[in-house]
């Protein structure tokens, strides 16, 4: 399974003339959404209101104090798993890893190191020539620490943080630029978005990223991994890599070996600031977590969180262009609103009925299923869409898929022109009166009756004689005027077609 593919531009740094390159695996941290926290029922709430209100024994970490899984959070984050093609462990297990920090009250994290909940995923990352097929190792469970707040040469603990699930995913390191890095936190974030388990919002912390880079020349790898810690959006992702690379290879043509570290991200500096050696596992001393139970899915629960997911965004791409040939626009438009997308397709199949009906041919109309499933994408996403928004959005819009697509059998079949089409749909909007009952009751059918093209189109040239003869010495883009003129007087009752014929004919004659 993959998630949402992008055209994304194709940048950041690849091969080198002196065939150094980077390898690059993310660490990202997405907090989970739920109502309560990880391991109690407090609130989970990421906003900075109110510090250290939404805290009980639990989170505080404070002496007898018992964890309980919130099962609501396995599910979400299962849903992330399969939406990154991971296979979710039937049996997965929770683990101490212990460290001293201010913002770690009990002195370890409950996370799960021997057995996450999922493993084993591969996403699809598209680049502009090749997608590139990018693995993922793993995806587990933990919880988020308190927030440290420097302010005023203090150090202030924000609690509040403390217990909100994380779900914490790690690549392969199969990223070869920043821009590949890029392109698959953005996927990532649409992906956690669509499932509804997280906002994601890198700005305040509902998404943070680590990144793990080494420099390679052909197949030889040439420094140890440096890990790059807590990038907190796109743009740091992308200049810390970038930095790092000319900083490691300036390092290496001097001779220095580059060691296993762990570094910041200095972003007013734009540099990259050495914290520490990097940890070996062992250094956390690991070890099973005795208050939570081994955690046992049957195949019907997670049969149920898989039959409960929806349609994913690739699966909905894939669909855009294959059943619709939609161009990429187009495609761009629908993904920001998919109540549109939802309209058009609903429109698409009520308006074969209504052109069987009409005995309308569309794809001798207009050429090819391709140009009409593009057309009617226009239809609902430019006039209708406009009209939609300042009317008050959907709640307050009264068409419906069946009334639209008659507006759009009604066009197609030559019975009203472009102009009409417009009038009738902004009537439509307020009304809820078929498309036919609001032409007949304004007079707008048939309207060819009332006017008499001949005359109007007589009228025209008569009433533009200096115009007329600029015509006639060569300044043809002046049918567009007379056209517009036509238009004007039978009120954009005329068609097109008949008008240019009808001014043609006079003005040759
Ligand atoms: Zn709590
Ligand atoms: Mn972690």
């Known amino acids: 399974m993959a998630i949402l593919k992008k055209a994304g531009k194709y940048w950041g740094i690849k091969k080198m003339q002196d065939n150094m390159w980077i390898k690059i695996g993310l660490e990202v941290h997405v907090q989970i959404g739920s109502l309560t926290k990880m391991y109690c029922r407090c609130q989970n709430d990421n906003s900075d209101e109110n510090p250290n209100t939404r805290v009980c024994p639990t989170c505080l970490g404070l002496p007898g104090s018992l964890p309980v899984l919130n099962e609501r959070v396995i599910e979400m984050a299962a849903r992330v798993a399969f939406g990154l093609g991971c296979r979710v462990n039937n049996r997965s297990k929770f683990d101490r890893k212990n460290y001293f920090y201010p913002d770690l009250p009990k002195g370890y ?8 909940l999922a493993q084993d995923g591969m996403v699809e990352l598209a680049e502009e020539e090749k997608n590139i097929m990018i693995r993922i ?9 308190a ?43 649409d992906l956690v978005r669509w499932l509804g388990v997280s906002q994601a919002r890198m ?30 959006s796109l743009k740091n992702v992308k200049a810390a890599i970038e930095y790092e690379f000319v900083r490691q290879k300036s390092l290496l043509a001097k001779g220095i070996r580059i060691g296993k570290e762990t570094r910041g991200w200095n972003a007013v500096l734009g540099e990259t600031v050495g914290q520490r050696e990097k940890e070996k596992a062992h250094d956390y001393r690991y070890f099973p977590e005795p208050d939570l139970p081994e955690l ?51 429109v698409v199949s009520e308006l074969k009925v209504w052109l069987e009906q009409k005995r309308v041919d569309w794809k001798e109309r207009v050429g090819s299923e391709e140009v009409f499933f593009n057309k009617v ?30 507006l759009v059998a009604m066009f197609l079949a030559g019975e009203i022109n472009n102009q009409i089409m417009k009038k009738i749909l902004t009537k439509m909007i307020h009304a809820t009166s078929s498309p036919l009952q609001i032409a007949e009751e304004n007079g707008w059918l048939g309207a060819k009756s ?27 883009q002046l049918l567009a005027y007379f056209l517009g003129q036509v238009m004007k007087k039978t009120g954009g009752l005329a068609k097109p077609d008949e008008a240019r014929a009808a001014l043609l004919k006079k003005l040759r004659g």
């Open 137 to 145: 190792n793993r995806l587990h469970l933990e919880e988020d620490t």
């Open 450 to 476: 009332q006017f008499d093209l001949d005359a109007v189109v007589e009228g025209v040239i008569v009433e533009n004689g200096r115009q007329v003869n600029e015509y006639k010495q060569g300044k043809e």
């Open 147 to 189: 927030k440290m707040i420097h302010a005023g040469g203090e150090s202030l603990l924000d609690f509040n943080r403390c217990g909100i699930p994380l779900m914490e995913i790690v690549t392969e390191p199969d990223f070869v630029s920043s821009g590949q890095a890029v392109n698959f936190l953005k996927d990532l974030r």
């Open 109 to 116: 994290q409950i996370t799960q190191y021997f057995l996450p």
């Open 203 to 232: 700005q305040h912390g509902e998404l943070r990223c680590d990144a793990n880079i080494s420099l390679w020349q052909g197949k030889k790898q040439l420094g140890e991994v440096v890990e790059i810690k807590n990038l907190n």
């Open 296 to 346: 046992e899915m049957g195949e019907d629960f997670l049969a149920e969180i898989k039959k409960g997911m929806p349609i994913l965004p690739e699966q909905i791409k894939e669909r855009m262009q294959s059943e619709y040939f939609l161009d990429k626009k187009v495609e761009t438009v629908f993904f920001a609103d998919m109540d549109y997308f939802d309209f058009f397709e609903k």
């Open 377 to 406: 994408a226009g239809y609902v996403l430019t006039d209708f869409r406009r009209l939609v928004r300042e009317s008050g959005g959907w709640k307050e819009c009264r068409v419906t898929p069946e009334n639209f697509a008659e």
